[in-house]
């Protein structure tokens, strides 16, 4: 019996500021690829300036999937996120193209090249407002004592997936299923590395730009659409701050002080979760990548 090859796709990842988007372009007009986004907050419509997201020009005429693809009033799921991106690397490769998945969400990209099985676990919204009244170090500790496992492989300072992890093991009534057995891909996991002071004057000077190009505007606009302070809090960064500003309970200083702060330390928990993940292979510039790119993928396709 002769056994199928498994496919071959790539994960460009990194922290926030890295330049994940620029390499990811290169690398898909090199070799014939198109890109995944592995965003969390780029899959909803009208959260351009304040999530990044790449514009047509930046595409350079790339083919783009798992952008604009939900609403921001509602949420998103990661297993809504899974089943999109399964279809689109489908859909790639029988163009007979390389997937490239790109982004900074680990869950995200975990739940692709691990194929981590979900549990298909309705919202209980009572669990839930009770669940909101807590921190986020509460529902660390509680989590930890009905799942410890999960606790260790958990963002402890988001309070969303903390409560949605407690929802599934009080659902199930049982720890969150391990990873599937069988990798449905054979996958070059890259990352980019920054030094910590490049990464926070790339941040700074980011952030900086996005207020310039309108980002205060965005936020409004999807106030006005219909997308609650509330929500918009919940979708974290810079439309929970921008929306504390909008609603006077902080200043402008204040709100670009938490925002750079804020996004420093959320690059700081990407890496310590990447750091985790020892098939991931550094690079500092984009020659290396193109290295490891021509060598896994070999002469031929």
């Known amino acids: 019996m002769v056994l199928k090859q498994k496919s071959k796709i790539i994960v460009i990842l990194g922290p926030t500021a890295s330049g994940k988007t620029d390499l ?27 999530t990044g997201k790449i514009t047509k020009q930046e595409m350079q005429g ?29 859909a790639i490769l029988k163009k007979n193209k390389l997937p490239i ?15 981590i099985m979900i549990p298909k676990v309705k919202p209980d919204w009572k669990l839930r407002k009770q669940l909101q009244k807590q ?10 004592a009905l799942d410890p ?28 299923p391990k990873l599937k057995q069988q990798y449905p891909y054979n ?21 900086k730009k996005r207020l310039k190009q309108g980002m205060i505007e965005e936020v409004k606009k999807l106030h006005k659409s219909g ?15 921008i929306s504390l500003y909008l609603q006077n309970k902080i200043s402008k200083q204040d709100m670009i002080q938490n925002l750079q702060r804020e996004i420093e330390q959320f690059s700081k928990r990407q890496m ?4 985790k993940d020892k098939r991931i292979t550094w690079i500092k510039n984009k020659k290396t990548a193109s290295e490891l790119i021509k060598k896994f993928l070999g002469e031929i396709r």
């Open 62 to 90: 790339i083919k783009h999937y798992l952008l604009d693809v939900a609403s921001p009033k509602r949420k998103f799921t990661i297993a809504q996120f899974q089943k999109k991106a399964h279809k689109a690397i489908k």
């Open 24 to 50: 990811s372009i290169e690398i898909a007009k090199k070799f014939n690829g198109e890109v995944i986004s592995a965003d969390s907050r780029q899959v909803y419509r009208g959260m351009d300036i304040g």
């Open 187 to 207: 996958t070059l996991i890259i990352g980019i590395k920054k030094d910590k002071q490049g990464l926070k004057k790339n941040i700074q000077e980011r952030l």
């Open 135 to 144: 921190t986020a170090e509460e529902l660390f500790k509680k989590l930890k």
């Open 149 to 176: 496992k999960r606790a260790r492989n958990i963002d402890k300072h988001n309070k969303r997936r903390l409560i949605r992890a407690i929802e599934i093991n009080k659902k199930t009534k049982q720890p969150i």
């Open 272 to 275: 310590t979760w990447f750091k």
């Open 227 to 241: 997308v609650s302070y509330k929500r918009l809090e919940e979708l974290g960064l810079e439309y929970k701050n």
């Open 101 to 115: 998945v790109c982004g900074g969400s680990a869950f995200y990209i975990q739940s692709i090249v691990d194929n």
